[in-house]
């Protein structure tokens, strides 16, 4: 790991870092292919890294492996390949190009990946369950199923001590009783609990700075920009969760942004409108999306994206290292829940954002091919819109489906936008 970033000092360190840190990842990934090494394929929404982990096991995020050929470019030909044999253009992006991934016996543009041995994941998002039956179907792996039950109603969380939520956290702690006796057999290690105490500890320290470095860029100037720089942080959050490497990583970038927040160094010479963005990026054209708002002065100063896509870490939970599992199972439920609730009860959580924040304005990016995050945007822009006087903006495109991406289009909307927000700025200035 360098020690500073390129310019000398430690602004930039965390891009460079993170960078490093997710191709030194795959390239463990690489080795364990090679080896022809079992591993645990877990979701972003609830990974259970910590706990897989005490089991050795080599852990792959598909939902992380297809965004990354959506960005190096190649997504279209799997996204072709998988619907040539069967699957519909329609369903998740991800999930297609993670087919053909496995078409292709793990050959992916970062390297190879390795078959699973187990796959694990949670009802935060229904195509989860059907995709790891994929892999069963494909590879006669075993597949655990965590349910982790969500807000019932706007508002209606309950929190420890509470009955409802001691009853869900003894549902929970049955279920992760159940998956460690599933890992004991599939690996062959026996659970160690200090073991997971040291990854739980790990993944405390990173739940800290990650909530730090979301609060830090409330800053004015904004210290990183969340659509890109915030992609990075993310991708190092979940693919080294529970590891000592993401811990420090973690250390490192609060100094970093600490120091930039206190030095007034903004990731835009001049940063004239703050947007919060709703949704998932577009990772087909990721560098050029995110130029159309930084060409007009519009920088991303947070997302729920970050927030859904950490897994909910962004609420900075920490493990009570006592009670290990027990906390692992309050833990998931908030956090799992928490994740839940910034798709599906998101009013409040960006009424939250664009106060403490103080955005000019909120980008809707529904997508095609991922409905969990995009179905019912429209109408919790309309619910936005009531309870705040604030600009927004909705445009639809893919996070992986190039065919569905009109750069031209989604310019034209941009510019429009902006035109707005100035006029808008020029009517609070003269009334
Ligand atoms: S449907 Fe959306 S949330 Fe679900 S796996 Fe696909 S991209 Fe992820």
Excluded at 36 to 41: E, I, L, S, T
Excluded at 45 to 68: C, H, K, T, W, Y
Excluded at 210 to 227: D, H, M, Q, T, Y
Aim: glycine share 8%; aromatic share 10%.
């Amino acid at each position: 790991m360098s020690v500073a970033g390129s310019t000398g000092s430690i602004v930039g360190r965390g891009n460079e870092e993170g960078a490093e840190l997710f191709r030194e990842w795959f390239e463990g990934l690489g080795r364990a292919a090679a080896e022809d090494r079992g591993a645990a394929y877990v979701f972003v929404m609830g990974s259970l890294a910590e706990l897989l982990r005490v089991f050795d096991f080599p852990i792959v995020f598909p939902e992380i492996n297809s965004l990354q050929t959506a960005v190096r470019r190649v997504a279209h030909e799997l996204l072709d390949e998988a619907e040539d044999y069967g699957y519909s253009p329609d369903i998740c992006g991800y999930v297609k190009a993670d087919v053909a991934v496995q078409i292709r016996h793990g050959e992916h543009p970062m390297g190879r990946v390795p078959k699973p041995a187990l796959a694990v994941n949670t009802n935060a998002c229904n195509t989860y369950i059907k995709w790891a039956e994929i892999w069963e179907r494909m590879y006669d792996c075993p597949t655990f199923t965590l349910d982790v039950p969500g807000t019932r109603q706007a508002g209606a969380q309950t929190w420890p001590g509470d009955p409802t939520f001691e009853n869900d956290r003894a549902y929970v702690l049955a279920q992760l009783h159940e998956l460690i006796g599933v890992c004991e057999e599939v690996s062959g290690i026996p659970f160690d609990i200090d073991r997971l105490r040291e990854t739980m500890a790990h993944a405390n320290t990173m739940s800290r700075g990650w909530k730090r470095v979301l609060e830090i860029n409330a800053s004015r100037p904004s210290v990183f920009n969340a659509l890109t720089d915030g992609t990075i942080y993310l991708g190092v959050a979940n693919a080294l969760r529970g590891t000592a490497e993401g811990a420090e990583y973690f250390d490192r970038l609060v100094e970093e942004m600490e120091l930039k927040s206190a030095e007034g160094i903004g990731t835009l010479t001049e940063e004239d409108y703050r947007l919060i963005f709703v949704g998932v990026p577009c990772y087909p054209i990721f560098r050029r999306f995110n130029e159309l708002f930084t060409e007009h002065g519009g920088t991303f100063v947070n997302s729920t994206y970050l927030w859904f896509a950490s897994g909910g870490s962004n609420v900075g939970f920490e493990y009570d290292l006592e009670n290990p599992l027990e906390s692992l199972a309050e833990g998931l439920l908030i956090t799992v829940r928490d994740a839940m609730d910034s798709m599906f009860f998101q009013t409040p959580i960006l009424t939250g954002m664009i106060d403490e924040f103080r955005a000019d304005g909120v980008v809707y990016h529904p997508i095609k091919s991922c409905r969990t995050v995009s179905t019912g945007l429209a109408d919790s822009r309309r619910d936005l819109m009531e309870a705040r006087d604030i600009a927004t903006l909705f445009i639809e495109s893919d996070m992986m489906d190039r065919r569905v991406v009109s750069e031209a289009q989604l310019k034209n909307r941009v510019d429009a936008f902006f035109e707005g927000l100035a006029s808008r700025r020029h009517r609070k200035m003269v009334g």
